[in-house]
């Protein structure tokens, strides 16, 4: 489910309603107000950070994390080594033995 809100644009000189779904970064402006970034383009807003604060601010749980974060090679071969040119030999242990 997308979550709309309505901002008055600084570019446009009226209220815009956009998707945060689509926001990847807010930063606030010096002069005031905020820019709302997205992949391919920044949309300057008169609205404060603040108002974009009460968004951010959410508990996000391991179990989430792991949803968008796709499982990593859990151990490297020895081929995996050689083709990076490191050594098993010359990766510390942590206290195992060799």
Excluded at 5 to 16: H, M
Excluded at 31 to 59: P, S, W
Excluded at 60 to 67: G, H, L, R, Y
């Amino acid at each position: 489910m997308s979550l709309f809100v309505e901002v008055t644009s600084l570019d446009k000189n009226c209220p815009v309603i956009i998707n945060l779904e689509h926001i990847t970064e807010i930063a606030p402006m010096k002069d005031g107000g905020c820019a709302l970034i997205t992949d391919k383009n920044v949309i300057r807003v008169a609205d404060h950070y603040e108002l974009f604060k009460q968004f951010a601010m959410q508990t996000v749980t391991a179990e989430d994390i792991a949803k968008k974060f796709p499982k990593a090679k859990a151990e490297k071969t020895k081929e995996d080594a050689e083709r990076l040119g490191v050594s098993f030999d010359d990766i510390p242990t942590l206290g195992k033995k060799k």
